[in-house]
């Protein structure tokens, strides 16, 4: 058998078609019906034909507040199958959108069910159910009444709205976004209260017409659901005159401290549209990339009770607000949200303004009113017309009963009551159908009410119709009837950009170079700390205007004080001569008692090594004098150009610094030595030298002798030395002669013998101290401070320091 043969005949006459005219003609329809009937929304109630759609199939089967919820399958069902003839996947996804707080401002449609997050999708519509929330009523309201146009649906069978009535304005509080063919739209969200407040001001003033600087006056800017920070420059301005611009917006976050050592970058709000999964995975990848390498974890800890909580844990000695820098830099957690109004304006695309977005909606609002109210004055009309026909069948009802007695049909009666009666055709048949309870007096009384009432509204109308200011009146009535229910305190906070500022700090402690650019809010919550370290390592700061409420340490004593800013940055010497760095903020404050923390478990400090000296912004030579007699003088920015970590000092084995402190020209430095002697001489004699030179001889010792104070001196400083048998002698400086650099000073106190020695030397400006400690019995010479009953002389080092500590804490130092 053979198989079937080829035809010979494709087709019967062939037309060769230019492929550019197919592609014009084909295309053109195509993408004309993506921008209008898809992804572009109406200027009118700021939807799209397929959420329009679903609002209107959920109003029409009476899925309304208060009625039980309804299989979103059905819903879906109902609309695909009578309104949109696209998938139902599309469908389901813009009801589900309508419904998620963190996308629309004021949904327009209340879940039940799992409608998803930002980080995971919703569960099929089989399983969740949905209904009209409050604020969709208004967006349906008046439907019936006329307001709006009806157009067939695509398959002609029935009449869909072309638009809603919508009281709420939809497209400047719920924003939208969409992409069409060669175009998109995204429009940002906004707080309800501020546009209802810009609409009024639309309203009322009409020439000269508001700026948008008197629009902005009102909407500071766009308000996301989920919070955040937007900042706000030149461009948002821009982006409210000609519809197309763009804002950063950035997360809320703040930093906590989890241990002595180490910090939590907390997130509670995160940028638009932006889940904390994303965060996560980002941030993760830059840790193993080694981008980012001041991150220890990062954490999800939110819940249903606490909301968003994203914990970034910083490793031990990192500057937090260093991480937090390039966290806003490197990840979602501060994002560009670029503003796009387009919108379908009689059926076509036009980027709008911000002023021309809200013309817009009080255009359609006061057409709404007047339709509306046209309605209503037909419908009383009618209403009128039937009253008067049945209070004349009353006013004549023996007439009336003879007629319809008499007549052998409906037809012959109604005639006859139109003739005799000289009523209308409507009218003889209300007549007809009355009951017969509508001839008591009651009932005739009533109907004359009804009548009175129905021709008041008709005047109330017709007044609405000949008044645009009525009409304006009304919109404005609206508005804040709806502000007062459905109107919300913003949720995304403003900074504008002039408020941000770029700091540029070394901060080895936080960054990989050791340089960083911080932005940072200047803000009320700026304020000026005094920071504070103590003779047992303790660095701690509080607020200058806060009560000092820390618990006094058992003889522990202030080493040095400095006043800056909570974003300035603080420099420690150490006895090993390096230089630590941190900022003010990220010290622990002196809370509930708190001295502060341990400056160990803060930095990473070799064995044995003590912070000796804190300072601020330097503004005069700094100088340092170690325990062998070596001095130094450093410039002013020398601190502030050595990396954290890194030596300002070169010293020999064995050598320590026991002091550092500003020694500016003109001032005179003084050292004391475990000898008694004390050397004073001008800070000019020591040559400002840079960070990586060794120091000079700054006083000559004796063998075995050490450095154990130095200080820059002036008139009224004294000198506190405390030997090993307890004995304490206090020297005015000016009673110390004034001698060269490098010479071995003149001695202040006689020591009882061979073996005793100077085991505590204090050199500096306090008179309170001196009032205490020495007082003045007009020989110029202070009395030595008795010995405490308690201390044996026999132990040495012990009871002579414990001496020393307890004389300085008598003075202001102390806690």
């Not at 034909?49 to 507040?65: F, K, N, W």
């Amino acid at each position: 058998m053979a198989g079937p043969t080829a035809p010979t005949t494709i087709a019967r006459e062939i037309h060769e078609i230019d492929v550019a005219d197919e592609m014009r003609d084909s295309f053109m329809p195509y993408a004309l019906s993506v921008t209008t009937a898809r992804a572009i929304p109406d200027v009118r109630d700021g939807l799209k034909p397929v959420q329009r759609r679903i609002l209107y199939v959920m109003d029409d089967l009476g899925l309304r507040p208060g009625t039980p919820f309804r299989k979103s399958a059905g819903v879906v069902g109902e609309v695909m199958g009578k309104y949109h003839p696209h998938g139902d996947s599309a469908i389901y996804e813009a009801m589900v959108r309508m419904g998620q707080d963190f996308a629309m401002s004021v949904p327009l449609v209340e879940p039940k069910g799992n409608f998803g997050s930002l980080d995971d999708p919703p569960a099929a519509y089989r399983y969740t159910e949905a209904r009209l929330s409050p604020a969709a009523m208004t967006m349906v309201t008046g439907i019936d009444e006329n307001t709006v146009d009806l157009v067939p649906n695509f398959d002609g069978e029935r009449l869909e709205p072309e638009c809603l009535p919508a009281l709420l304005p939809n497209l400047l509080v719920n924003g939208a976004s969409g992409i069409a063919v060669g175009m998109a739209t995204n429009m940002a969200p906004h707080n309800l209260a501020e546009i209802c407040a810009a609409l009024k001001l639309v309203l009322r003033q009409r020439r000269p017409k508001p700026t948008t600087a008197e629009l902005m006056s009102l909407i500071p800017g766009p308000d996301f659901p989920g919070g955040g920070i937007v900042i706000v420059d030149d461009s948002l301005a821009e982006a409210y005159e000609t519809g197309r611009g763009t804002v950063r917006i950035r997360a809320k976050a703040h930093i906590e401290p989890l241990t002595a050592r180490r910090d939590g970058i907390v997130v509670t709000e995160l940028p638009y549209m932006v889940g904390p999964e994303r965060v996560q995975a980002k941030v993760r990848e830059l840790v193993s990339n080694g981008r980012l390498e001041g991150v220890a974890a990062v954490n999800d800890l939110s819940d249903r009770t606490h909301g968003l909580r994203l914990v970034i844990e910083t490793k031990p000695g990192v500057n937090a607000h260093a991480v937090l820098s390039e966290l806003w830099s490197l990840t979602p957690l501060e994002d560009t949200f670029g503003i796009n109004n387009v919108a379908l304006v009689d059926g076509v695309p036009r980027q709008l303004g911000l002023l021309a977005l809200c013309e817009h909606y009080v255009a359609h609002r006061l057409e709404v009113i007047t339709r509306r109210t046209q309605y209503r004055l037909d419908r009383a009309a009618e209403r009128e017309h039937i009253l008067a026909g049945l209070l004349v069948a009353l006013d004549n009802i023996d007439l009336v009963i003879s007629i319809i007695r008499g007549a052998a049909d409906v037809a012959s009666a109604r005639a006859e009551l139109m003739e005799r009666l000289d009523l209308s055709e409507i009218q003889a048949n209300h007549i007809l159908d009355m009951q017969l309870r509508r001839l008591t007096a009651l009932e005739t009384q009533r109907l004359r009410d009804e009548l009175d009432d129905v021709r008041e509204a008709i005047e109330g109308y017709r007044k609405i119709l000949a008044s645009d200011a009525r009409r304006r009146t009304i919109v404005e009535r609206e508005l804040d009837e709806l502000v007062e229910q459905f109107a919300a305190p913003r949720r995304t906070e403003i900074s504008h950009r002039d408020d941000i500022v770029t700091l540029a700090a070394a901060m080895g402690e936080g960054g990989a170079d050791g340089t960083l650019d911080l932005e940072r809010d200047i803000s009320s919550d700026e304020r000026t700390s005094l920071v504070t370290l103590s003779t047992s390592g303790l660095l701690g700061r509080r607020h200058e205007e806060d009560p000092l409420n820390a618990k006094p340490g058992r003889h522990d004593v202030l080493v040095a004080t400095t006043t800056a800013s909570d974003f300035d940055v603080v420099h420690l010497v150490t006895d090993r001569g390096r230089v630590l760095r941190t900022e003010v903020r990220s010290i622990p404050e002196m809370l509930r008692g708190s001295r502060g923390a341990p400056v160990r478990e803060m930095f990473s400090l070799a064995r044995g090594e003590q912070p000796v000296a804190l300072f601020g912004h330097a503004a005069a030579p700094i100088a340092l004098v170690t325990r062998a007699g070596i001095a130094k003088r450093l410039d002013a920015g020398s601190l502030a150009s050595v990396r954290s970590g890194n030596t300002v000092i070169s010293l020999s084995d064995g050598d320590r610094v026991i002091a550092a402190f500003d020694a500016p020209d003109g001032s005179e430095i003084a050292l004391v030595s475990t000898t008694g002697h004390a050397l004073r001489f001008e800070a000019e004699a020591l040559t400002v030298r840079g960070p990586g030179a060794a120091g000079v001889t700054g006083m000559k010792l004796r063998p075995g002798a050490t450095v154990l104070a130095a200080a820059a001196v002036s008139f009224g400083a004294l000198v506190v030395l405390v030997t090993d048998e307890g004995a304490a002698k206090v020297t005015e400086i000016s009673d110390v002669p004034s001698r060269g650099r490098g010479t071995a000073g003149s001695p202040t106190v006689k020591l009882a013998g061979f073996e005793t020695q100077i085991v505590y030397g204090w050199v500096g400006l306090n008179r309170q101290l001196a009032a205490v400690v020495a007082p003045h019995d007009g020989t110029g010479s202070p009395d030595p401070v008795p010995q405490r009953p308690d201390i044996s002389p026999t132990r040495r080092n012990g009871p002579a320091k414990r001496t020393a500590q307890r004389i300085l804490s008598l003075g202001e130092y102390r806690f």
